[in-house]
Nanobody, 124 residues
Framework: QVQLVESGGGLVQAGGSLRLSCAASGRTFVRYAMGWFRQAPGKEREFVAAINWSGGTTNYADSVKGRFTISRDNAKNTMYLQMNSLKPEDTAVHYC?????????????????WGQGTQVTVSS
């Protein structure tokens, strides 16, 4: 079992930055790829970014490429999402998740464990 806790969300003006953290406990964190998803009201949960076990391979949704950076610190059992140049359309609950797949999937059903989410609100 893996427990995930997100933090770092909040209210920011357009063009601003936030850094989300995802603290993991339970099974050996370092063995698994992880990802970030987000869900806005009335919309489906969508892929944001994913990172492999070592941090050497990443994948991003087109909508966040060049603005967001995913990273992880296995010594601290923590994954991060640095979000720059935020836009109002980035407003959503952001979730971290763990997958057993090594190929950085972009669909939510391929992730086995989820955090409770952290709200990100970007004002125009």
């Amino acid at each position: 079992q893996v427990q995930l806790v997100e933090s770092g969300g909040g209210l920011v003006q357009a063009g601003g930055s936030l850094r989300l953290s995802c603290a993991a406990s339970g099974r050996t964190f370092v063995r698994y790829a992880m990802g970030w998803f987000r869900q806005a009201p009335g919309k489906e949960r969508e892929f944001v970014a994913a990172i492999n076990w070592s941090g050497g391979t990443t994948n991003y949704a087109d909508s966040v490429k060049g603005r967001f950076t995913i990273s992880r610190d296995n010594a601290k059992n923590t994954m991060y999402l640095q979000m720059n140049s935020l836009k109002p359309e980035d407003t959503a609950v952001h979730y971290c998740a763990v997958t057993y797949s090594p190929v950085l999937p972009t669909t939510a059903r391929e992730y086995a464990y989820w955090g409770q989410g952290t709200q990100v609100t970007v004002s125009s």
